[in-house]
């Protein structure tokens, strides 16, 4: 089971942490990555990082604003978030991939196979 949480309302150029506990599984099994889903919108890749966490992807528009880590110990995955923008509002949503490969990072919501019920971001200008 994935548990998101972190979410909520801050102004333009806030930032915002979001966290993702994992329980029931052991987080060094998964690659892991955050989506995010605009209403209207398809849920899209927002970063993802490799069972090892030698690895970490980014879409193009959080590069260098997003950070996604994780803690193995405490089994959770983080997602920081600096200079948000109006355009960040959306449900994010974690998820975890039972890949074996210890570097790969999918970027598809295909490529998981569980998901967090998702946190609500909204970012106001």
């Known amino acids: 089971q994935l548990q998101a949480s972190g979410g909520g309302l801050v102004q333009a150029g806030g930032s915002l942490r979001l966290s993702c506990a994992v329980s029931g599984r052991t987080l060094g099994n998964y690659a892991l990555g955050w989506f995010r889903q605009a209403p209207g919108k398809e849920r899209g890749f927002v970063a993802g990082?490799?069972?090892?966490?030698?690895?970490?992807l980014y879409e193009d528009r959080v590069k260098g604003r997003f950070t996604i880590s994780r803690d193995n110990a405490k089994n959770t995955v983080y997602l920081e978030m600096n200079s948000l923008k109006p355009e960040d509002t959306a449900v994010y949503y974690c998820?975890?991939?039972?890949?074996?490969?210890?570097?790969?990072?999918?970027?598809?919501?295909?490529?998981?196979?569980?998901w967090g019920q998702g946190t609500q971001v909204t970012v106001s200008s």
């Open positions: 998820a975890a991939d039972p890949t074996p490969i210890p570097w790969r990072v999918g970027v598809s919501p295909n490529e998981y196979d569980y």
């Open positions: 990082i490799s069972r090892s966490g030698d690895s970490t």
